[in-house]
């Protein structure tokens, strides 16, 4: 039997990937369900771990979390939805199911920071504290979500020979980009194309952001600054990394990548606060 996923160059095999991980009263619970859980029980551990360290309330942000996960689903599927409106405007239906995928990171982070926002007034809290807090959590929870796309196969890259190129079996991956048609390879008579693991670069990319982030804390100067460094360094890898994609989302009818346009923004923004603001601080 050949393997579902193998990586040529680093001498490893799957054999078989399922992506259902156990059925629960005839109930199919998907991995990248499961991973998604565990980015969020990461992510809520960091940020209560901060919040002690830093005198706050650790159980408010169960809160916070409760609070912004609800909007960050919705606007993590209104962003992917909107901008693969030819996937679902003739299966309305289709946009209610979340458990194959199709969820945007970016559209969930400005869902959850317009909720938390709105929390954060209602409570009279400090939302710049908050959003420092939480923001080495989100990344941690990125670096751990960004698997569920392994399971599923999907959000890999073109061709490539490198170290880290990953091969998959074509009937099992869930859209075929005609750009690897011509790459496509046979072996004992399985039909595979040869991939950039992108979920592999954004995951390693982000686990690095949030080393980052744990070690500038003690070293911010104003309230935000922690999140304009996520912001930042989140934003520089998904500039890279989102152009080696094959299922990017465009604007419009162009080829423009529309994560790399809002990435390319919150680098620009997030440094040129920090710079403001750490001016101001002299």
Same mark, same amino acid.
């Given at each position: 039997?050949?393997?579902?996923?193998?990586?040529?160059?680093?001498?490893?095999?799957?054999?078989?990937?399922?992506?259902?991980?156990?059925?629960?009263?005839?109930?199919?619970?998907?991995?990248?369900?499961?991973?998604?859980?565990?980015?969020?029980?990461?992510?809520?551990?960091?940020?209560?771990?901060?919040?002690?360290?830093?005198?706050?309330?650790?159980?408010?942000?169960?809160?916070?979390?409760?609070?912004?996960?609800?909007?960050?689903?919705?606007?993590?599927?209104?962003?992917?939805?909107?901008?693969?409106?030819?996937?679902?405007?003739?299966?309305?239906?289709?946009?209610?199911?979340?458990?194959?995928?199709?969820?945007?990171?970016?559209? @969930? %982070?400005?869902?959850? *920071?317009?909720?938390?926002?709105? /929390?954060? +007034?209602?409570?009279?809290?400090? !939302? $710049?504290?908050?959003?420092?807090?939480?923001?080495?959590?989100?990344?941690?929870?990125?670096?751990?979500?960004?698997?569920?796309?392994?399971?599923?196969?999907?959000?890999?890259?073109?061709?490539?020979?490198?170290?880290?190129?990953?091969?998959?079996?074509?009937?099992?991956?869930?859209?075929?980009?005609?750009?690897?048609?011509?790459?496509?390879?046979?072996?004992?008579?399985?039909?595979?194309?040869?991939?950039?693991?992108?979920?592999?670069?954004?995951?390693?990319?982000?686990? @690095? %952001?949030?080393?980052? *982030?744990?070690?500038?804390?003690? /070293?911010? +100067?104003?309230?935000?600054?922690? !999140? $304009?460094?996520?912001?930042?360094?989140?934003?520089?890898?998904?500039?890279?990394?989102?152009?080696?994609?094959?299922?990017?989302?465009?604007?419009?009818?162009?080829?423009?990548?529309?994560?790399?346009?809002?990435?390319?923004?919150?680098?620009?923004?997030?440094?040129?606060?920090?710079?403001?603001?750490?001016?101001?601080?002299?």
């Amino acid at each position: 039997m050949m393997p579902d996923i193998w990586f040529p160059n680093l001498n490893i095999e799957i054999d078989q990937l399922d992506p259902i991980m156990v059925t629960v009263f005839g109930i199919d619970i998907y991995w990248y369900g499961f991973i998604i859980a565990m980015g969020v029980i990461a992510g809520l551990v960091t940020a209560m771990t901060i919040a002690k360290k830093t005198k706050q309330n650790p159980e408010t942000y169960i809160d916070v979390l409760i609070v912004g996960l609800i909007a960050a689903i919705i606007g993590a599927r209104l962003y992917y939805v909107i901008f693969s409106w030819d996937l679902y405007k003739d299966n309305l239906l289709g946009i209610f199911n979340l458990r194959q995928g199709g969820l945007a990171i970016y559209g @969930g %982070v400005i869902g959850a *920071l317009i909720a938390v926002g709105i /929390y954060a +007034k209602v409570k009279h809290m400090n !939302f $710049l504290q908050i959003i420092d807090t939480a923001g080495p959590g989100l990344i941690i929870g990125q670096a751990v979500g960004r698997w569920g796309n392994f399971f599923n196969q999907e959000a890999f890259g073109g061709y490539t020979d490198n170290l880290f190129a990953m091969r998959l079996k074509v009937e099992n991956v869930r859209y075929l980009p005609e750009t690897l048609m011509d790459t496509m390879a046979n072996y004992n008579g399985v039909d595979y194309i040869q991939v950039h693991p992108t979920f592999l670069y954004e995951s390693i990319w982000n686990l @690095g %952001v949030y080393i980052l *982030l744990l070690i500038f804390w003690k /070293y911010k +100067k104003f309230e935000g600054e922690v !999140f $304009l460094l996520y912001l930042f360094g989140y934003g520089l890898g998904r500039v890279w990394i989102e152009g080696l994609r094959t299922d990017q989302l465009l604007i419009g009818g162009s080829s423009i990548a529309v994560s790399q346009v809002l990435s390319g923004i919150l680098i620009l923004f997030s440094i040129s606060m920090i710079i403001y603001n750490r001016n101001k601080c002299k």
